[in-house]
């Protein structure tokens, strides 16, 4: 009966390494501001002035939650398991009764998104100690506690960088800044880590790719117009393990709807789809809101 079960499983655990490796990047990626300027750079370099200028203009351009003084948020999650479970295997007729997904929609599931790191995921299955589950009911809440767990917090830092300013450096000091014939090219690396972006002519962030000890992940994000500046509303992502051959990269788009929390645009809606393995769509609710101290 569970022969399916255990299949999806398998691709969202895939889905999530993908995600791991992405929270890995975005941990390990030397920031701006330690990243040693290669031998010979600093004098084919525009003045640091002129580029900190151009740095400081395209960061007005963005919304900033650091800016705004967001610390974090917490959200009831809900994950549209019907919906998982119909793209892990096309075709198949799967009602949203299933005992399965009936099983999953009873666990209340709570995210604290930490904007600097350490968010944690409550999963809360509510089983009566009086009437276990059954051995297969039991893997499948342990792995889709995973899966979920993997997947959230592998986008959301992710989100975070392109959502809290950082993704921009604030400061040209240690990079390599080379104006191109529709933009900038930003490039600074430590180790064998380094990272790449990609400024477009109207210093619109069109590519933010991170080489992380031999894998890569290459993102292309997309924005919408508010009043406090342009707001990320999603992100394609391309992750090649190290070794891999390019076409074995893992393809990954991610897109969001957001809602106003005091003042903030938090996510209400959360889409992941991860090419050849599902789609996992998250729906948030109950928000409250953290601020920075003063």
Known sequence: ???????????????????????????????????????????????????????????????????????????????????????????????????????????????????????????????????????????????????????????LPFWTVLVDGSALPDSAEGLEITPTESGYRIHFKQGANEVTETLGSSLLLEHFDVNLNGSSIKLVPSYQSTEKGLLVTGFQAKVQPQGAQPEKAQEMRVGLEYKTIEGFPIPSELSLQVIGAGVFNFSFDRCTVSKQAN
């Open 1 to 155: 009966m569970y022969k399916f079960s255990l299949a999806l499983t398998a691709r969202l655990l895939a889905a999530g390494a993908v995600a791991g490796m992405m929270t890995a990047a975005h941990a390990q990626a030397p920031p701006a501001d330690t990243a040693p300027v290669a031998l010979g750079q600093a004098q084919a370099q525009p003045a640091n002035s002129e580029n900190d200028a151009m740095l400081a203009k395209a960061a007005k351009l963005y919304y900033s939650s650091a800016r705004e003084g967001l610390s974090g948020f917490t959200c009831a999650v809900h994950p549209d398991w019907h919906a998982l479970f119909v793209s892990a295997q096309p075709g198949s007729a799967i009602s949203p009764a299933d005992e399965r997904i009936v099983l999953l929609n009873s666990v209340k599931i709570t995210f604290h998104a930490r904007m600097k790191g350490g968010s944690t995921l409550d999963w809360d299955s509510a089983i009566d100690a009086n009437k276990p589950p059954d051995q297969d009911s039991a893997n499948l809440l342990k792995n889709m506690h995973l899966a979920t767990e993997q997947n959230l917090q592998g986008v």
